[in-house]
């Protein structure tokens, strides 16, 4: 009877959620609301959770770092610096390459919320071409994230090699294909933005406070933690981009409460999840279902209730140990990867979600037709075993 209260409150909690962001309620307090609503099934818990996500040393850098992000993305904004370096990029590249190459390269930067970075450039290009908000914020998430299914730094592909015990360049060969899909798929949101635009000059020297930051926190993470390197890299790529500008820079627009509140709630969120066992006990009431089928279902459904496909795979593979090959392994990579990249708990879609400010039913006719037809892909090509 509990378990059943949970997964009722569960779908009550994210239905209230979609509800208040579809009628742009404020982020954070949405994901708080639904919080508070599906801890009903824990009351004993949830003050030793609500506890730990305002103490966790983590939440509170991830909080800060986001805030720092959206500065510096506001101060290349004001400074004109960020112009300077779209204008280079034009002259090189047509809109359509842009906006596929900007998240793209952005993307593969090992930043908590990155997809932020990103954001303003893409909007540049989106303006230009007539892009509506949500067209931008979709273009800009699919390019940033697909990318991890073949990237060898992905740290859920590194997991799930470890786990598997299969080389990773080789996992990474046999998602190919499915890449190859991923990027084309994105690829319709964008073809027919195809002008070339002229040389504006511009200068490349625009993008140095995004790389200066960025350059420092990569080898500072070899020694701490990613989130201690990023604050202490972060306040230097915005000091540089203070010294670049040629105009005073307003500092108290750059700081978005907003985003930290959604960074919380988030967590919060995501802490309330855990702290119920509601993943682990989810896999028990779909055994009737064949393996790939499964895998496939359970592995989506738990990257989209976590946010992360890391969760999924730390809660899965062991489950299925016994049974997994190649080709199963990389069902459950994926299917978790899309559940992840398109949920609401997601840190790039929260963050990019305030930034963009799209209609969210009109973003989410788009996510969801392209995470369902990668799992169809994945479930084709991998539990079918085509490849």
């Known amino acids: 009877m509990d378990e059943m209260l949970s997964y009722l409150l569960l779908i009550i909690s994210f239905s209230l959620i979609v509800f208040l962001i579809s009628r742009k309620k404020n982020f954070g307090a949405s994901m708080i609301a639904g919080s508070i609503i599906f801890a009903l099934s824990m009351p004993d818990k949830i003050l030793d959770v609500l506890i730990t996500t305002i103490t966790d040393a983590k939440v509170i850098a991830l909080m800060i770092i986001v805030v720092l992000i959206k500065l510096l993305a506001t101060l290349l904004q004001q400074s004109g610096l960020l112009k300077d370096f779209i204008d280079w990029l034009e002259g090189k590249l047509s809109t359509r390459g842009l906006l596929i190459s900007i998240p793209s390269l952005l993307g593969m930067l090992p930043v908590p919320g990155g997809a932020l970075?990103?954001?303003?450039?893409?909007?540049?290009?989106?303006?230009?071409?007539?892009?509506?908000?949500?067209?931008?914020?979709?273009?800009?998430?699919?390019?940033?994230?697909?990318?991890?299914?073949?990237?060898?730094?992905?740290?859920?592909?590194?997991?799930?090699?470890?786990?598997?015990?299969?080389?990773?360049?080789?996992?990474?060969?046999?998602?190919?294909?499915?890449?190859?899909?991923?990027?084309?798929?994105?690829?319709?949101?964008?073809?027919?933005?195809?002008?070339?635009?002229?040389?504006?000059?511009?200068?490349?020297?625009?993008?140095?406070?995004?790389?200066?930051?960025?350059?420092?926190?990569?080898?500072?993470?070899?020694?701490?933690?990613?989130?201690?390197?990023?604050?202490?890299?972060?306040?230097?790529?915005?000091?540089?981009?203070?010294?670049?500008?040629?105009?005073?820079?307003?500092?108290?627009?750059?700081?978005?409460?907003?985003?930290?509140?959604?960074?919380?709630?988030?967590?919060?969120?995501?802490?309330?999840?855990?702290?119920?066992?509601?993943?682990?006990?989810?896999?028990?009431?779909?055994?009737?279902?064949?393996?790939?089928?499964?895998?496939a279902v359970l592995s989506f459904a738990i990257g989209l209730l976590t946010a992360h496909n890391m969760a999924a795979i730390g809660i899965l593979y062991p489950m299925f140990s016994t049974i997994m090959n190649e080709n199963l392994v990389i069902l459950l990579f994926i299917t978790s990867f899309m559940g992840y990249l398109i949920s609401p708990l997601h840190l790039c879609l929260a963050v990019t979600y305030e930034y963009f400010k799209p209609n969210f039913a009109k973003l989410y006719k788009m996510m969801l037709p392209a995470a369902i037809f990668m799992v169809f892909v994945a479930v084709v090509f991998y539990g079918l075993e085509l490849i």
């Open 117 to 295: 970075l990103s954001a303003p450039m893409v909007e540049e290009q989106g303006r230009k071409a007539g892009m509506s908000n949500e067209r931008m914020m979709f273009v800009n998430l699919w390019y940033r994230h697909i990318w991890f299914m073949i990237f060898p730094l992905s740290t859920s592909l590194i997991l799930i090699a470890d786990m598997s015990g299969i080389n990773i360049y080789r996992l990474i060969y046999l998602q190919i294909p499915a890449f190859l899909v991923a990027f084309f798929l994105g690829y319709i949101f964008v073809h027919r933005y195809k002008s070339r635009s002229k040389d504006n000059g511009g200068d490349v020297k625009g993008i140095i406070p995004v790389i200066v930051p960025i350059s420092m926190a990569v080898p500072l993470s070899f020694f701490i933690s990613t989130y201690a390197a990023y604050l202490i890299a972060l306040p230097v790529g915005i000091i540089v981009s203070i010294i670049m500008s040629d105009k005073k820079p307003d500092i108290k627009k750059g700081i978005s409460p907003s985003l930290a509140l959604a960074i919380f709630g988030i967590m919060f969120f995501k802490n309330t999840i855990i702290a119920s066992g509601i993943a682990k006990t989810l896999p028990a009431h779909f055994t009737f279902l064949p393996a790939y089928i499964l895998i």
